[in-house]
Structure formats: C-alpha cells, structure tokens
C-alpha cells in the first residue's frame, strides 16, 4: 500500500463549478499536509499547508485533514481556467521527507 | 529573490554515458532535496542533503547514483552509466530548515535517455 493515495483523474469541470479533489494517507505519524499545484513543464509549488487535522482557507482554496480517516481533501470555488494543472498532495512526520501522491491532473473548461 | 535554480533544463544522453544534475538552493536555503518524476507519477524521494552532508539517501537507487552538495557551489546528482528507465524529470527543491512547512521546488531537468 502507498504511503499516499490519489486519484490520477483526469477530472474536468466547467468554469465557475466547485472542485474537490482528495487524498488518503497510511502512516499515522503523518502530521504535516501539503497541497502543491504543478502546470504542465514545470516544478511544483507550494499551494497550502496544513498542521494536524483541521480547515485553511486562503482566497478560493480551502485545505482540510480529517486525522481520523487519514482524509486530505482540497476544495477550490469558483474554479478558473487558470486552475487547470496537476494538482500533488503530500504528507510528512516530524523528521522524514515529503511523500507525494501520484497527483490529479484538473482541467477548467470556460 | 532568485528561486531554486537548476540546471540544465533539458539534457539528452545516451546510454553509457553520465548525467550531471546541479541545483543551486534559494538563497538562506542550506536543505536540499532530490525527486524523481516519471511520466503519469507522483514525485519520488531520492536524497536529502545539507551542506557537505547526505542525511537521508533512502530513496537513492543503489548502483550509478550519487549526490553531492559541497561547501561551495551547486547540489550535483550524478548518474553514471545511464539507461533508458533513467528517462525522468529530476526535480530539486530546498529549505531553510529541516522543517515541515514544505519545500520550494525549481523547474527540473528533463533527462532523456537515447
């Protein structure tokens, strides 16, 4: 079993619509969340990050982490096409590397 | 405020040569953090790596890799004799501190393997 899990998608919405994209994670000492956002070509970037379980929100992006299912979950509202990437979750404990999701690959249909 | 910068953005070898990989972390940044990233995967770890130190080389394949980052100069990750299931993109990315609020990633090499 993967450390972390991801739908690959594709997934395509319309624009405007609601977007949620999730994850699932094994290792229970995972305490630090992240969502990164790579365009096609390029390096991934940092998007969110998120300490133990909780909500984040920053402008149309909101992070959540359910520590009792091992839920990560990346909501984006009123998606534009400027949203359409890849979009990586990854997890880590304490003293241990990033580990990544294969990733979801989202397109925003205008 | 120059970014993670790597190096060469594209690097076509064939098979037997060596690859060279160099990554110069953002500035203040003294973590340094390899990945590969083949085609429909997600990033995968190879080496961490502070100055004149590896820390943690568990995701390193055993034979033909190496990884470097001097005192002086570039992060290196150098992969002899190449094959073909080398083909990847190679990402690096860098940190202040060994700390947890995520890494910032350059743009890759984009190695092909002919």
């Known amino acids: 079993q993967k450390e972390v899990e991801q739908d690959p998608g594709p997934l395509s919405v319309p624009e405007g619509a609601i977007v949620s994209l999730n994850c699932t994670y094994s290792n229970s000492a995972f305490q630090y969340f992240m969502w990164y956002r790579q365009y096609s070509r390029k390096g991934p970037e940092l998007l969110m990050y998120?300490?133990?379980?909780g909500n984040k929100e920053d402008g149309r992006f909101t992070a959540q982490v359910d520590k009792s299912s091992k839920y990560i979950s990346l909501f984006i509202r009123d998606s534009q096409p400027s949203d359409s990437a890849t979009y990586l979750c990854a997890s880590q404990s304490g003293n241990t590397p990033l580990v990544f999701g294969k990733g979801t690959r989202l397109s925003v249909i205008a | 405020n120059a970014g993670v910068m790597q190096n060469p953005r594209h690097l076509v070898r064939r098979r037997g040569q060596e690859a060279r990989l160099r990554c110069s972390p953002m500035?203040?940044?003294?973590?340094v953090y390899w990945y590969r990233q083949l085609p429909e995967e997600g990033l995968k770890f190879m080496v961490y790596l502070q100055k004149e130190n590896i820390i943690d080389e568990s995701g390193m394949p055993k034979e033909r890799f190496s990884a470097e980052f001097p005192k002086e100069g570039p992060s290196i990750l150098r992969i002899q004799q190449v094959v073909r299931g080398d083909s990847a993109a190679y990402f690096c990315?860098?940190?202040?501190?060994?700390?947890?609020?995520?890494?910032?990633f350059g743009s890759g090499t984009r190695l092909t393997v002919v």
């Open positions: 998120t300490y133990s379980s």
């Open positions: 990315a860098s940190s202040r501190d060994r700390d947890n609020y995520g890494y910032t």
């Open positions: 500035k203040g940044h003294s973590h």
